[in-house]
């Protein structure tokens, strides 16, 4: 298998990207929407040459502002406004930071044998 690249949406503080290192790639792109997570992952790679984080949210589109919700309680975050509202009478999801977040567009990849 070639391990040249991968990406992790949503990559949190970087767990899965740490098993991607671990795993042989070579180039790993982390986008992280929450600041605070994408911080944590920024400071945990600060030496990793082979990662790129990016603190962007995944959209069909790029340069957009888009609202993004986070629950401080729990690890959930979503761009997702019926997902939110879904959920934002349970006890344990209080969406208590509402925030906008440039979106950035990630291009199809054609893929050659």
Same mark, same amino acid.
């Given at each position: 298998?070639?391990?040249?690249?991968?990406?992790?949406?949503?990559?949190?503080?970087?767990?899965?990207?740490?098993?991607?290192?671990?795993?042989?790639?070579?180039?790993?792109?982390?986008?992280?929407?929450?600041?605070?997570?994408?911080?944590?992952?920024?400071?945990?790679?600060?030496?990793?040459?082979?990662?790129?984080?990016?603190?962007?949210?995944? &959209?069909?589109? &790029?340069?957009?502002?888009?609202?993004?919700?986070?629950?401080?309680?729990?690890?959930?975050?979503?761009?997702?406004?019926?997902?939110?509202?879904?959920? &934002?009478?349970?006890?344990?999801?209080?969406?208590?930071?509402?925030?906008?977040?440039?979106?950035?567009?990630?291009?199809?990849?054609?893929?050659?044998?």
């Amino acid at each position: 298998m070639n391990h040249n690249l991968a990406f992790d949406i949503g990559a949190n503080k970087g767990n899965v990207i740490k098993l991607l290192v671990q795993k042989g790639f070579k180039k790993i792109v982390g986008i992280e929407a929450n600041p605070s997570t994408y911080k944590k992952a920024c400071k945990r790679f600060k030496n990793s040459e082979c990662i790129t984080l990016l603190n962007n949210l995944v &959209s069909t589109v &790029s340069g957009n502002m888009m609202d993004f919700w986070i629950n401080e309680y729990n690890p959930i975050s979503t761009a997702s406004r019926k997902f939110m509202e879904t959920f &934002s009478n349970d006890k344990h999801k209080k969406w208590n930071t509402h925030i906008q977040v440039k979106s950035i567009k990630i291009g199809r990849a054609s893929c050659r044998e």
